[in-house]
Nanobody, 124 residues
């Protein structure tokens, strides 16, 4: 069965960096677009970034553009999110999600499988 397991969250200071990973199994990873989404306390789920299955295209929400970088290693079935210049408003539970084809959507309801999430807290 499809499994997505996030890791790499933690506590970071404003201006700091973290790298999230998402280990995928149970499907042909390179055939599917993948995304990261987040949910801050008391707020709804927000799409953050996505990457095509073949890695040919990446997309970012305006709130993270220029600070976050999404990547994938299809040989390792792993998705990454490098987060730099972190801000307190980046504090959230971060999820990886599997798309339904090679491309990605910015609408969170378009994703059919989700991990359990990894907590990112940005605070001094």
């Amino acid at each position: 069965q499809v499994q997505l397991v996030e890791s790499g969250g933690g506590l970071a200071q404003p201006g700091g960096s973290l790298r999230l990973s998402c280990a995928a199994s149970g499907f042909t990873f390179g055939n599917y677009g993948m995304s990261w989404a987040r949910q801050a306390p008391g707020k709804g789920l927000e799409w953050v970034s996505g990457i095509y299955g073949d890695g040919s295209a990446t997309y970012y929400a305006d709130s993270v553009k220029g600070r976050f970088t999404i990547s994938r290693d299809n040989a390792k079935n792993t998705l990454y999110l490098q987060m730099n210049s972190l801000k307190p408003e980046d504090t959230a539970l971060y999820f990886c999600a599997k798309g339904q084809g090679n491309s990605i959507a910015t609408i969170v309801h378009e994703y059919d499988y989700w991990g359990q999430g990894t907590q990112v807290t940005v605070s001094s």
